[in-house]
């Protein structure tokens, strides 16, 4: 977008990121993700598919049963 001199990782500073990086692979927000999966998990009491479909878009096709619809609410 222009509004940064470089394309580096504000958080990790990997130089060259695209935006996938800045809200899923970055090693700080994984750790996040991976909190807030972790917390769901213990909630519903069952293991998750965590794929960056269904945390940052809520793909339809990852929340087929009234579980999985919960799980779509709750991120």
Same mark, same amino acid.
């Given at each position: 977008? &222009?509004?940064r001199n470089t +394309?580096? %990782?504000?958080? %990790? =500073?990997?130089? $060259? *990121? $695209? ?6 692979? %970055? @090693?700080? *927000?994984c750790a996040y993700?991976?909190? *807030?999966?972790? %917390?769901? +998990? $213990?909630? !519903? =009491? /069952?293991?998750? !598919? *965590?794929?960056p479909l269904s945390?940052?878009? &809520?793909? @339809?096709? /990852? ?6 619809? !919960?799980?779509?609410?709750? !991120?």
């Amino acid at each position: 977008m &222009g509004l940064r001199n470089t +394309a580096s %990782c504000l958080r %990790c =500073g990997q130089p $060259d *990121v $695209d935006f996938l990086h800045l809200v899923w692979h %970055c @090693p700080k *927000v994984c750790a996040y993700w991976t909190a *807030v999966y972790s %917390c769901i +998990a $213990d909630i !519903l =009491g /069952d293991a998750l !598919l *965590v794929t960056p479909l269904s945390a940052l878009l &809520g793909y @339809p096709k /990852d929340f087929l049963t009234s579980h999985h619809r !919960l799980e779509a609410m709750l !991120l």
